[in-house]
């Protein structure tokens, strides 16, 4: 499956911004996804999954809250609602699939295929 991240961008802080993660190839609703995200002079981190049919999400404590993962298998994408954004939330974000298909993959080698990755941006 071929994934396709898009949506990143400068903003402010405060702000909201919403990634999107298109898939071709094959259908999306095999696979759990995530959102790993890797700012400058940083290991890549996970930050939120959810499992094949959406009915289980998962986030990272830095994102609780103000973060929220849903997908349209219908479509087959997959979207990270990012609200209330911090300059912390800076970083180049990635959208992955899981076999697996749950919501609680977060090691980043149990994931199968990656998009390339959407900057975001946020200035104070």
């Known amino acids: 499956v071929q994934l396709q991240a898009s949506g990143g961008g400068l903003v402010q802080a405060g702000d909201s911004l919403r990634l999107s993660c298109a898939a071709s190839g094959r259908t999306l609703r095999k696979y759990g996804m995530g959102w790993f995200r890797q700012a400058p002079g940083k290991e890549r981190e996970f930050v939120a999954g959810i499992s094949r049919r959406g009915e289980s999400t998962n986030y990272a404590d830095s994102v609780q809250g103000r973060f929220i993962i849903v997908r349209d298998n219908a479509i087959n994408t997959v979207y990270l609602q990012m609200n209330e954004l911090k300059r912390e939330d800076t970083a180049v974000y990635f959208c992955?699939?899981?076999?697996?298909?749950?919501?609680?993959?977060?090691?980043?080698?149990?994931?199968?295929?990656w998009g390339q990755g959407t900057q975001v941006t946020v200035s104070s």
């Open positions: 992955a699939a899981n076999l697996r298909g749950g919501s609680d993959v977060e090691n980043e080698y149990e994931y199968d295929f």
